[in-house]
């Protein structure tokens, strides 16, 4: 019985940190509308801050002010931010604030490598609470309490601050209409600034505070970003009190998680999720959603099937692309073969993003199960390559059907961060539940069979279901459910008031946007000959991201040149640079600021405005003769 | 022409939010080729009865009777699969896609192929789409992208996406707001026409009072939340009532008088 206490009481000791994690996230969506995927960074750098003043500070004074300190250091490189970067992307759609925050996140993890270096870092223990508490003889570490303690008095202090004072009041009625606020003659820009550096400093408190219970790594901002995620969710976007409440759940669900089944751990969390979004889909406190705010897109040039040139075009682009193996040696037919595969993921994250107006942020999770379901069959099932072509794909449809099923409930950020959440869980499976998958060893040996072996066939193989996928796709965009989905993303009011069932539409798009990523994924194990838990990480979902908005979100081909022009780049970059995220960062960023139509929305851009001067001009002289 | 069954059958519907009840007790009917307004100070609970017909909210108690089917509580998209269109007083249309696209999505779900995944769109009901576009006096917009029309011409697309299901009853939203004075006679003059000749029922909402005594054949008054009369346009502009809302009590607004007076 002691054991289960002191498990509970170890569960409520992690929940201070998420707590502060979460309540921060929580105060900037609620004002600015931004899901700021940056916090788990300045979480981090709290962390890596607090470290190395604590080294140099020496006394009770010099560690607990070095907490402080840094949790302040970092707020003000928030500010920095905020002004810098995000006062240029408040009107920008949702997407391209999450990606935008995504690149800092990047570049702060290569940053913080370049600067502490890739080791752990264990930090010094808590003056005062170095020791343990002896309960029925269980150990309670007194820091643990401490935590305890301190989560209910952080929930009381911006409770305070937000009812008692001038700015908390300002904060509230800026999270209920922040134009309102802004006519009433209050300095939007700094109350913003404020509220970002309030986020940021709970951000890196809770990054702080870890030091003593773990050991400081680059790779804690996800981790925590995709708990902070699950805790908002469940608790509801915009309330601190609900942050608070499933902290608490979340953390004891860990804890208890863990003695329960052992390997798969987060299994429960997903499942108090699916229920809680089942029964309240904005969270436990959270209020319903507003209807999304219309962001009337970069452009309005309708979507054409392509014309006979066009089709002949591309026709003559791909027999280009097909007579590579008689110019090119083996290294390069292996690049073009992973660019072939890249274009079938993009295209199928295209498909769901442009088309359906759906951001997943987790895309890479139905690729990564492609890939896992070809592994299967082929080293456990013994089958044959084309049957495990056929059939691999189908563990992405499958895992597409189940998620898809809740994703589609909700939209906008909410989707994009439970799509995240949801291949953070496949990836933990995949890493955790090494009697299956073999964990981190991944499974090897997974050579294609005599007719695809060589790299020129396997080449072809690779261009022709590409070719194949994306014309497959392409047909369904112009299609009668294409529109229907486009319908949904243009306005879900006018769809229900034409008799379309618009969640089963989506839920549809979802599982088939699932299904052609398992094609890419499944093929790509047999490039690569094994498959490992990083084919559905999250830097993979992120890769796919980038490629449909470098060619251009709004446009029906952008993700193929998006794949072709990011993927050679990264081929490139990585064999030139051992800070190939800092760079990605960078170019993220500069992406989402200032070329944010992408590659091929440029182009068409500037196509449409040729096209449209001539029967402009046309119209002119026509009217001109009907007047005289 | 009445086969004796009316159209659209409203009894008893209340709705209340926390404590303030919004629409308490209304009943009336609708026969096919009527066409009936629904009017009211703001407030009066207007928006509130329309979004109960259309489905788009629960009332608490009460019934409503779409050509003999029950369709209280049921969805937006249920009830127009029994043949009622709706617009919007804030037109609700697919910017991104053509004047034409618009009204074949519509085409494409009365006719049960939104999971047709193959066949192009483009070929798709264009015909009809077209006559649609025609009936309202849009036939050069076709190829026009939806996002680059002016208000009025939204109004009238919305229009034609509403009759593409062959309705038997349109809701109408305000189907004049925002309109310039001649824009909203002629759309109204358009329904009215479309109305008569297909033997469409219309309910609409509405404040300009032209638009309303012009073309209704009976009105409905509601205010704070009660049906307060109906009648014929002659019968509601003579009723006490009416005039003491609209008007004000005890100063009777005369304009010759007006005329006269000093400014």
């Known amino acids: ?125 808590a003056p005062g609470f170095k020791g343990a508490v002896d309960f029925f003889g269980q150990n309670i570490p007194s820091y643990d309490l401490f935590l305890i303690a301190l989560g209910p008095i952080v929930l009381g202090a911006l409770w305070l601050l937000f009812q008692r004072t001038r700015w908390g009041i300002l904060v509230r009625a800026a999270t209920q209409d922040r134009d309102m606020v802004a006519a009433l003659g209050v300095n939007q820009k700094w109350l913003f600034t404020s509220v970002f550096a309030v986020g940021v400093f709970l951000a890196a408190l809770g990054g702080a505070l870890q030091i003593p219970r773990d050991a400081v790594h680059h790779a804690m901002d996800l981790r925590i970003i995709v708990e902070v995620f699950v805790v908002v969710v469940i608790g509801g976007l915009g309330s601190i009190l609900g942050a608070f409440v499933a902290a608490v759940l979340v953390s004891e669900l860990n804890a208890f998680g863990i003695l329960i089944f052992p390997t798969i751990s987060l299994i429960l969390v997903f499942l108090v999720m699916a229920v809680v979004l089942v029964v309240r889909p904005w969270g436990l406190f959270g209020r319903k959603e507003a209807p999304a705010r219309r962001t009337p897109g970069l452009t309005v040039i309708p979507w054409r099937p392509l014309s006979s040139v066009e089709r002949l075009a591309s026709l003559v682009a791909l027999a280009f692309a097909a007579m590579l193996p008689f110019v090119a040696g083996n290294y390069a037919l292996t690049v073009g073969s992973e660019i072939a595969i890249f274009v079938i993921f993009a295209a199928s994250l295209h498909f769901l993003m ?14 990564g199960l492609g890939a896992y379901g070809v592994a299967f069959l082929a080293k456990m099932a013994g089958l044959p390559m084309i049957a495990c072509l056929l059939l691999g794909p189908l563990l992405g449809a499958a895992g597409a059907a189940v998620f898809g099923a809740f994703a589609v409930q909700l939209s906008g950020v909410y989707f994009a961060m439970l799509t995240l959440a949801f291949a953070q869980i496949v990836w933990s499976i995949a890493f955790q539940w090494v009697a299956v998958t073999g964990g981190d060893n991944g499974i090897l040996g997974l050579w294609p069979e005599k007719w695809a072996a060589s790299p020129s066939h396997f080449y072809w193989l690779a261009l022709g279901v590409s070719a194949f996928v994306v014309s497959v796709l392409r047909l369904i965009t112009f299609s009668p459910f294409g529109y229907a989905l486009r319908g949904m993303r243009d306005s ?24 052609t990523a398992g094609i890419g994924g499944a093929l790509f194990a047999y490039l690569k000959g094994s498959v490992f838990p990083d084919n559905m990480g999250i830097s993979l979902s992120v890769d796919a991201l980038v490629m449909v908005l470098l060619g251009g979100v709004e446009t029906v081909p952008g993700a193929i040149f998006g794949a072709i022009v990011y993927k050679a780049l990264n081929i490139w970059l990585v064999s030139q640079t051992d800070w190939s995220k800092l760079v990605l960062g960078i170019f993220i960023v500069l992406i989402v600021v200032v070329f944010p139509k992408g590659i091929v929305g440029v182009v068409e851009s500037i196509m449409h405005r040729r096209r449209a001067v001539a029967p402009k001009a046309a119209a002119l002289s026509a009217k001109m003769e009907g007047a005289q | 022409m009445s086969l004796g069954v009316s159209l659209l059958s409203v009894e008893g519907l209340s709705k209340s939010y926390g404590g303030i009840q919004a629409v308490r007790n209304v009943s009336f009917m609708l026969q096919a080729g009527e066409i009936l307004a629904l009017i009211g100070p703001n407030g009066a609970g207007k928006s509130t009865c329309f979004d109960m017909l259309n489905g788009q909210n629960v009332p608490d108690s009460g019934r409503i009777t779409v050509m003999g089917q029950e369709t209280t509580g049921r969805k937006p998209r249920e009830v127009w699969r029994l043949g009622v269109g709706r617009t919007f007083q804030i037109t609700a249309t697919y910017p991104t896609m053509t004047v034409r696209e618009n009204i074949q999505v519509a085409l494409v779900s009365h006719h049960h192929r939104l999971f047709d995944f193959w066949t192009p769109m483009i070929s798709i009901e264009r015909g009809e789409a077209d006559r649609l576009l025609d009936l309202v ?23 034609a996406i509403a009759l593409a299901n062959q309705p038997k009853l349109l809701l109408m939203d305000e189907p004049t707001a925002g309109m310039a004075p001649r824009e909203r006679v002629e759309l109204m003059r358009l329904t009215a026409k479309i109305a008569r000749e297909q033997s469409i029922g219309v309910l609409f909402t509405e404040h300009d009072m032209d638009v309303v005594f012009e073309h209704a054949d009976r009105i409905l008054v509601l205010n704070r939340g009660s049906l307060i009369a109906q009648g014929s346009p002659a019968e509601v502009r003579a009723n006490r009532e009416v005039q003491a809302i609209y008007l004000g009590e005890g100063l009777l607004y005369d304009a010759r008088h007006r005329e006269g007076a000093p400014a």
């Open chain 1, 492 to 515: 879900p009011l006018r769809s229900e008031s034409i008799g379309i069932n618009g969640k089963r539409i989506q839920w549809t798009a979802f599982i088939i946007a699932g299904t």
């Open chain 1, 354 to 367: 442009a088309v359906g107006g759906l951001a997943s942020f987790g895309h890479a999770a139905y690729f």
């Open chain 2, 137 to 159: 006096g849009m036939a050069g917009y076709a190829e026009r992208p939806c996002g680059e029309l002016a208000y009025g011409d939204l109004k009238r697309l919305e229009l």
């Open chain 1, 1 to 125: 019985m002691a054991f289960y206490f002191v498990q509970f009481l170890t569960g409520l000791a992690s929940a201070a940190s998420l707590f502060l994690v979460a309540s921060g996230l929580s105060i900037i969506f609620g004002v600015t509308r931004i899901v700021n995927f940056a916090h788990g960074a300045f979480y981090m750098l709290g962390a890596y801050v607090a470290f190395s003043l604590t080294e140099r500070l020496s006394g009770p004074l010099g560690f607990w002010g070095g907490i402080v300190v840094a949790a302040l250091a970092v707020a003000v490189i928030g500010v920095l931010v905020e002004i810098v970067l995000l006062r240029r992307i408040y009107h920008a759609p949702e997407l391209f604030q999450l990606l935008g925050t995504f690149g800092l996140t990047l570049m702060v993890e290569d940053l913080v490598v370049l600067i502490w270096g890739p080791d752990d870092l264990v930090g010094r223990r």
